[in-house]
């Protein structure tokens, strides 16, 4: 920037744009081939997030789903291709780093419908 007077400046600015993490958990889904809600998936935008981890638990505490990939979801069965598992709640843990490095974890219920 030049003054009028001739004399010269500089200015600089670091300007951090962060994009904005979001992820929602369903509460339930309907696994029973209607194409409606049949696998329970989150949604968001999850630019930038690094270590995703979902996973599904029965009421008995045994792992029945997990994945590290957040556009993969659970279809009802164990572990996606075992036995359909039975109508009732899960309990569903997903954790995943922020872009700024901060641990998030979201903790919910998947209502499995027949």
Avoid at 7 to 20: G, M, N, S
Avoid at 75 to 101: D, F, I, M, Q
């Amino acid at each position: 920037v030049t003054h009028p007077s001739g004399c010269k400046d500089t200015a600089t600015q670091v300007i951090d744009i962060v994009p904005k993490v979001t992820y929602f958990l369903p509460n339930a889904f309907s696994p029973n081939d209607d194409s409606v809600n049949d696998i329970f998936l989150g949604k968001g935008y999850l630019e930038g997030v690094r270590g995703f981890e979902m996973s599904i638990w029965n009421r008995w505490g045994e792992n029945i789903f997990s994945t590290s990939d957040p556009l993969e979801g659970w279809n009802g069965r164990k572990h996606n291709t075992g036995n359909p598992a039975p109508e009732g709640v899960y309990v569903c843990l997903v954790r995943y780093t922020s872009p700024r490095g901060e641990p998030i974890e979201i903790k919910g219920f998947a209502t499995l419908i027949r």
